[in-house]
């Protein structure tokens, strides 16, 4: 019989479709749909593996730590007290919980150590060594004081990238620990108190105060300065210290409203008061409890919330009793809750907004070479802000548009000066705080009993923008992230190097 008949194939009869051969390209196809589909139904890592401690690095300037040590550190000891020596420092110097938790995590792998707990809260930090078949070692640091130091901030941050580089050593970042904790802040302390004085003076300006009510506020402020320099000599509570300042302010307040004119001065009180107060305002630490509780301490950040309405409360203490010593002396009460329209072009405003990042820089003992790039992230910041107020997005989405272009420039201008984030986030962003608003309110809802409506209306609304502005904060620097990935490559480079 012959395979073919009448010069034709003979049909396919085995009772099975006929499937032609796959090119190359559907074998990769179905290769790539198999791994595709294991990862989906099996993971690359077993479902209930924790995650390593390490992985808290990534997207931080120390991811992938250069490990010094190759087998078990034989004094772990000496490395966490290291560890715990210069978390203390970082929280000292105003850092946040995930800056002082990511140098710990880094500095431990770094030096060879495995099997590390790190537990962080409002005041204190604790490390738990456990290793196999071994005794651990658990320690507590405990923070007791606080200090403005972002230059030491800084040098700190600089002496974890050199770790992680592998360039310095456990012994020799011992001895960079203690000279940085024992050398002096950048500026004396008389320059910090005019540095008070002149912010007062230029964001009175800003609000709308004219050249005589500044004056009145850089002076005022001088006072204040010195009043709590001195409560601070007799160890008393920072709560009494800012009531006794706000105090103060009223009083002068209420001296200038009662005899001014007899002098010849003309100046608005509300506005004496908001000049006085405006540093002591806790804005800056009630975003850094709102951006604890994003990055995940919501214990740090209920401690630092609390301290923070606690500052409110004695700003508004101090104000009403120094109404009660006015009334009880014939004076008028004034209305601190009270606005002013632009005293100034939009060109002089800018420079005051430049001026008074600026002089927070300074109170914050920024390094010096920082001051001026921090002022310029300010400025960008306001005039983001003004845009945004211009655009319609409301006052409240305004504040934090800005926020996250001042977080995504802090930390490119920061890592290009090997400095962290917060160093030059915090000082351009106090712009953007609405502190007076939440001052105001907390005043209308304790003092104005008639207007506790409008008084918890202002304390929502302030309440949003705060947390408008630490989110923008935090999510500028999450965007800049991938953008600085090669800073950030660069400057571990460079400590190598040294």
Sequence with gaps: MTKETDGRRRPHTDGLPRTEPMSATQVRQNAAAKRMLRRLVQGENPPTAPMSIVDRLAGSPYANPMIQVGGMDTSARKTIDFALHLAESMFRYGAGALEVETSIIAITAALGLKHIEVDITNQSVAI??????????????????????YAGLSQVHQLVTEIVAGGVG??????RLEEITHSSKPFPRWMVTVAFGVFSAVFVGVLGGGPGASAVAFFS???????????????????????????????????????????????????????????????????????????????????????????????????????????????????????????????VVVILIAV?????????????????????????????????????????????????????????????????????????GLILLPGLTIFRSMYVLTVEESEILLGAGGMLNAGAIVMGVAAGIVLGDTLARPLTRSLASNERRRARRR
Excluded: H
């Design 356 to 428: 008074a990042v600026l002089m927070i820089g300074i109170t914050e003992q920024t390094s010096v070479t920082l001051l001026l790039p921090t002022a310029a992230v300010g400025v960008v910041g306001y005039f983001v802000l003004l845009g945004g107020e211009s655009l319609g997005i409301g006052p409240r989405f305004s504040p934090a548009l800005a926020a996250v272009a001042i977080g995504l420039l802090a930390r490119v201008v920061a890592l290009r000066m090997g400095a962290p984030q917060l160093v030059v986030a915090v000082p351009a």
């Design 221 to 347: 402020n001088l006072l204040v300065s010195l009043l709590a320099r001195q409560l601070g000599r007799w160890r008393t509570p920072d709560f009494f210290i800012t009531a006794s300042c706000s105090f103060l302010v009223t009083f002068i307040a209420l001296l200038l409203w009662r005899f001014g004119g007899l002098v010849g001065i003309q100046i608005a009180p509300e506005i004496v008061v908001v000049g006085g107060i405006l540093l002591l305002l806790p804005t800056g630490r009630l975003v850094s409890s709102v951006q604890d509780a994003i990055n995940g301490f919501p214990v740090t950040a209920a401690g630092r919330f609390l301290s923070t309405m606690l500052t409110f409360g004695a700003l508004v203490a101090g104000i009403a009793v120094g109404f009660v010593v006015g009334d009880m002396t014939g004076m008028e009460p004034i209305d601190v809750t009270k606005t002013f329209p632009p005293a100034y072009d939009l060109w």
């Design 170 to 175: 456990r012994e020799e970042a011992v001895r």
């Design 128 to 149: 738990n060594y456990a290793p196999k078949d071994q005794t651990p070692i658990s320690l507590l640091r405990v923070v007791r004081s606080w200090t403005n130091n």
